[in-house]
């Protein structure tokens, strides 16, 4: 299982060397179809083998372990659990292999580093230390250290060196062992242990930018103020870059109710209507905006992140979108009020909204006859635009 202490080098440069890795050993899809047919005896659909292989990931053992579940006639789908992992209902092949093999031989803090770390689909150095509180050097040497004795840690950098824009090497633990270390985390750790290990990872992935990473965490637990918050820091870059599928893809994440809630969602999801071309919808989703921040005892800034807190803004948007209904609903000079108050509302840093504010109000005033007015408003607009002679 771990590498030789061998003089490899001197033996790779006289061309010496043969080296069989976990790569070179891994079965391949086909080869895993073949491997179950002739160990169980059992008519695996092509979509069951093709599910194992992915969970194995081709490791032999694994596959092993899998035949001898089946041999005790248990259900492939319940080996397969109700998503698709290995460790369904009945996983005591898988668990005492893992167990009795790998993690019982190993040093605590180094049990104590995989545990925190399973909760993660990838980390790297600094995400472990968010998670461990260790430091930078005890971090990587426990990396260092699985990595070596080959303990189902996988280099998601195949030539070590970092991809354009990362800072550091990500990782990830093989699928089979990640299952067995998080089942192993519910059964030691106190609840209150595992939520806060989820807000670590939420919190240090959200500020890196991995957003969605960081809300799949907090969904998990199901903590919707923390995700509000996190999700309406990201409504400024969502609205210059027009990006209505990510909008529409986090705010499914939420249910009704917990939208319902909080004005930041709402306005997220009164965006969305705009995008998608929903007038009707964004009306429906305006009202209920003002009714809740009418209601008794409702807090005004609940899920609205640090970037909307001021009420001056939040307003703006808010403003813009009920021009929008109007000047699609033909009420032209309802439309122009609105612009107009958008414009002083809105900061001109917030240039999505800033600018479809500018350009609703050009549009309303030549509908109302001010054409001559609109042009030059927009003929000023494009040249304090362009760039000062030098």
């Known amino acids: 299982r771990q590498t030789p202490a061998w003089p490899l080098g001197k033996l790779r440069v006289e061309n010496r060397l043969c080296a069989v890795g976990v790569a070179d050993l ?36 694994g596959l092993q372990l899998a035949v001898l579940a089946l041999r005790q006639n248990i259900d492939a789908q319940t080996l397969l659990g109700h998503y698709s992992a290995f460790v369904g209902s009945d996983n005591r092949y898988l668990l005492e292999y893992m167990v ?13 580093f995989m545990y925190a770390t399973s909760i993660c689909a990838r980390f790297n150095v600094a995400l472990c ?8 050097d005890s971090v990587k040497g426990a990396l260092q250290f699985l990595e070596q004795a080959n303990l189902f840690l996988i280099p998601l950098n195949g030539d070590r060196e ?15 062992m990640e299952q067995i270390l998080v089942s192993r985390l519910q059964q030691a750790a106190a609840p209150a242990v595992i939520v806060d290990l989820h807000r670590r990872a939420a919190a240090w992935l959200g500020e890196q930018g991995y957003v969605e990473e960081a809300l799949d965490h907090l969904v998990g637990i199901q903590d919707w103020e923390a995700a509000a918050r996190l999700l309406t820091t990201e409504l400024s870059k969502l609205l210059d870059s ?15 109710t917990e939208i319902l809630k909080r004005p930041g969602l709402l306005l997220m999801q009164a965006w969305s209507c705009y995008f998608n071309h929903d007038i009707a919808g964004l009306a429906l989703v305006l009202n209920r905006i003002e009714e809740a921040t009418k209601s008794t005892g409702f807090d005004h800034h609940a899920g609205l992140a640090p970037a909307l807190e001021r009420q001056q803004e939040f ?27 958008a414009l002083r509302l809105l900061p001109q840093s917030n240039a999505s909204s800033f600018y479809n504010a500018f350009f ?21 607009a494009y040249r304090s635009e362009q760039p000062k002679p030098t």
């Open 360 to 380: 609703m109000l050009t549009n309303a005033m030549q509908i109302a006859g001010n054409g001559d007015e609109a042009e030059e408003m927009l003929v000023q």
């Open 242 to 256: 027009e990006d209505r599928r990510a909008i529409d893809r986090w705010l499914s994440f939420f249910p009704k």
């Open 129 to 136: 230390q968010a998670l461990t509180g260790d430091d930078r």
């Open 100 to 112: 009795g093999e790998v993690l019982a031989h190993l040093p605590e803090a180094i049990l104590r």
């Open 162 to 176: 970092p991809p354009p824009g990362e800072t550091s090497v990500w990782y990830r633990y093989h699928h089979l």
């Open 315 to 341: 307003d703006g948007l808010v403003t813009l979108l009920q021009g929008i209904v109007a000047f699609w609903g033909s009420m032209t000079e309802v439309a122009i009020a609105a612009a107009h108050k």
């Open 26 to 61: 891994r079965f391949s899809p086909v080869e895993t179809t073949t491997y179950l047919r002739a160990h169980t005896g059992a008519a695996l659909s092509d979509d069951m083998a093709l599910r194992l292989q992915k969970q194995t990931e081709g490791w032999v053992t």
